[in-house]
């Protein structure tokens, strides 16, 4: 039986042989063997050369996703299982700064299209293309079998999957279901130094909550954010469930403001403050709305955390995006006190740290404020980027100055 594979169009097998690992509808020449979704194909260069196993998604603009450029191995579960393993040991170092981790970021831990999230004794599942819907099964006993978890829950309800015409999925894989009311740990600790002094505990709800159930990738930029707030009043928008709210306040601000359009997110956010010991003021409002009330009633702030949803999903929507995040930010420098801070985020992968520099510039010249950049924050580690995959870099943040 011949094994499937995609022969690609002559000169195409570049990005491949770079280890970049999609393999776009237009680059391929013929589909052999009749493979179907999600099924391991060989990707041949145009000459028969074997460049690499790729799951297939048959539906998608991103007709394969490589996951192993060594021609003899097998995309079967024991090689499911080594990357899981690979990518869990590699994450060791976090076991004891928190208990809620991101344990496998799909094409960065070569696994394609699979998110894998834990949250103390329970593991999160996303599954966002062909190749990792086929790896359902496999992946559950996999990440089941992990020291310490109680059951793994699907959370596989992402547009991507729209794009590899898959519907989406929720619910139990294996073992108990998670509560509403799990908490996750986090070592606050600002430096080596007061390793241990301090620690915050979060809710997360797995079952309903964003991304799935809570911003892991905000961590690292939790911890900066308390240590600069100390004696500053402080905003926090588009707080969700009140992470940077919570870091700030704890971080000695002088008063916190959190601001959502979700009244469930502000709940969650209301007793994340109180088991942390913490207080601030919450508010329900468009964040775009409530920053013009707050500069027409002459507020000012000391420190503006901004951390929008993702306002670019498409190509096209870039320049509508801009203006949106343009916006927030304008409005935010406009309210900080001299000497203020802004630390503004952008989740958008197609919007790059050059754009969105290019965009608070923008912002500041309308501001008419001196704006210095004194920082740069990033997703938390556990969200690495494969240099042949820069792709993987989505999170940005600039911590900025205003004279
Ligand atoms: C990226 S999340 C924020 C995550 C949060 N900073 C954290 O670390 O947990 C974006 C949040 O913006 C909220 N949101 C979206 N559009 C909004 C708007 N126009 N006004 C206010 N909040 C909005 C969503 O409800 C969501 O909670």
């Not at 420098?333 to 740290?353: E, N, Y």
Request: hydrophobic fraction near 40%; include cysteine; charge should be neutral.
């Amino acid at each position: 039986m011949t094994t499937p594979a995609l022969v690609l169009a002559p000169g195409r097998e570049r990005s491949l042989e770079r280890r970049h690992p999609w393999v776009f509808n237009g680059s391929v020449a013929e589909v052999v063997g009749g493979p179907g979704p999600g099924e391991p194909v060989a990707v041949r260069a145009a000459d028969g050369r074997f460049l690499a196993w790729a799951a297939y998604s048959p539906a998608s603009q991103i007709s394969a996703r490589a996951c192993s450029w060594v021609e003899d191995e097998r995309i079967d579960e024991a090689f499911l299982e080594g990357r899981v393993h690979r990518a869990v040991a590699a994450r060791s170092y976090l076991d004891h700064r928190t208990d809620a981790v991101r344990l496998v970021f799909a094409e960065s831990d070569g696994l394609p299209g699979v998110i894998v999230d834990r949250y103390g004794p329970f593991v999160v599942l996303q599954l966002s293309s062909a190749g990792a819907e086929r790896w359902r099964e496999p992946l559950t006993a996999v990440c089941g079998a992990l020291p310490g978890v109680d059951g793994v829950y699907e959370r596989s309800d992402v547009d991507a999957r729209k794009r590899e015409g898959l519907p989406p999925r929720r619910g139990v894989l294996a073992g108990a279901e998670p509560s509403a009311d799990l908490l996750l740990h986090e070592r606050a600790a600002w430096s080596e130094e007061d390793a241990g002094a301090r620690s915050w505990s979060f809710g997360a709800d797995v079952r309903h909550g964003h991304k799935t159930g809570f911003y892991l990738d905000q961590r690292a930029s939790r911890r900066v954010v308390a240590t600069l707030a100390a004696g500053r009043r402080t905003l926090d928008l588009f707080a969700y469930t009140g992470g940077f709210g919570v870091a700030a306040a704890s971080g000695g601000a002088s008063d916190v403001t959190c601001v959502d359009s979700s009244a469930p997110a502000l709940s969650a956010a209301r007793e994340n403050l109180i088991r942390n010991g913490v207080t601030a003021q919450l508010v329900e409002a468009d964040v775009f709305r409530y920053l013009r009330e707050l500069r027409d009633r002459g507020e000012s702030f000391d420190l503006v955390v901004a951390d929008p949803p993702r306002l670019v999903s498409r190509a096209q929507d870039v320049n509508r995006g801009s203006r949106a995040y343009k916006d927030v930010n304008l409005l935010a420098l406009k309210l900080l006190a001299p000497g203020g801070l802004l630390v503004t985020f952008s989740c958008s992968g197609l919007v790059g740290p050059d754009l969105f520099q290019k965009i608070v510039f923008g912002a500041a010249l309308d501001a008419r404020r001196e704006v210095q950049v004194v920082g740069r924050l990033t997703q938390a580690s556990d969200h690495p980027v494969l240099l042949s995959f820069p792709e993987g870099a989505y999170l940005k943040g600039l911590i900025c100055r205003a004279a």
